[in-house]
């Protein structure tokens, strides 16, 4: 019995944003819009769910024009479905300072890095003009720029024709399991982001970055 090959050496990182490197979640808005917490999960599990909400990532037409559409079926939710354009923002928490910092020590080791992002095509610029390290890729593709959104195979082959990556020698990182796989189908390297520690520890174990120093003592 042979053992399984290593590897490639991985020579480009791909970071999904949301979920990653910004704390995303429509709570950190909603908690400010419902008094009760149950009627805030039955609004977002049944109204401004995240099935309708890949109509704003693929893009299209303004995300407020589908907001509209979904208004006109909840009047009575009008003003909550609004703010989900309105107040688009506010559903940030902040970096996820852990994923900044393995990004930041990537690029500084001259390891190439790029995004891969399903995101609004409103919302991606206010987020590059928020948080500096947005401007730290070599590239990005965004599902709104292109009329597809993971994990359609399709945004992964863009993604490698148009930066001449390798899939072999890529990886990428994502929250959502069903992303990963579409990239492990086409031959990347890809892991599911479940904590910086554990994404530090993958990255070392492939080669992508080398291991913290010991403390002298």
């Not at 979640?25 to 819009?33: A, S």
């Not at 923002?89 to 690029?107: F, K």
């Not at 947005?134 to 292109?146: D, I, K, L, R, T």
Request: proline share 6%.
């Amino acid at each position: 019995m042979t053992a399984d090959p290593a590897p490639a050496p991985i020579d480009a990182v791909v970071f999904d944003l949301g979920g990653v490197l910004l704390d995303w979640n429509p709570r950190y808005l909603y908690r400010e819009l419902f008094a009760d917490e149950a009627e805030m999960e039955r609004f977002l599990a049944e109204v401004c769910t995240l099935d309708w909400h890949v109509a704003n990532d693929l893009g299209g037409r303004p995300v407020r024009e589908n907001c509209a559409e979904l208004a006109r079926a909840h009047p009575d939710l009008a003003a909550a479905i609004m703010a989900w354009s309105e107040r688009s923002e506010e559903m940030i928490g902040g970096m996820i300072d852990g994923t900044v910092a393995i990004l930041a020590q990537l690029r500084a080791a001259g390891m190439p890095c790029y995004a891969l992002t399903n995101m609004e095509s409103e919302t991606f610029p206010l987020r590059r003009d928020r948080f500096a390290f947005m401007h730290w890729f070599a590239g990005a593709v965004v599902s709104s720029h292109e009329g597809v959104v993971k994990p359609d195979p399709e945004i992964f082959r863009r993604l490698l024709a148009r930066f001449d990556l390798q899939a072999q020698t890529t990886a990428f990182i994502d929250d959502a399991q069903r992303n990963v796989d579409a990239a492990l189908a086409l031959g990347l390297q890809a892991v599911r982001f479940t904590s910086p520690a554990s994404l530090r520890d993958w990255l070392v174990a492939r080669g992508a970055l080398a291991p913290a120093r010991a403390l002298d003592t």
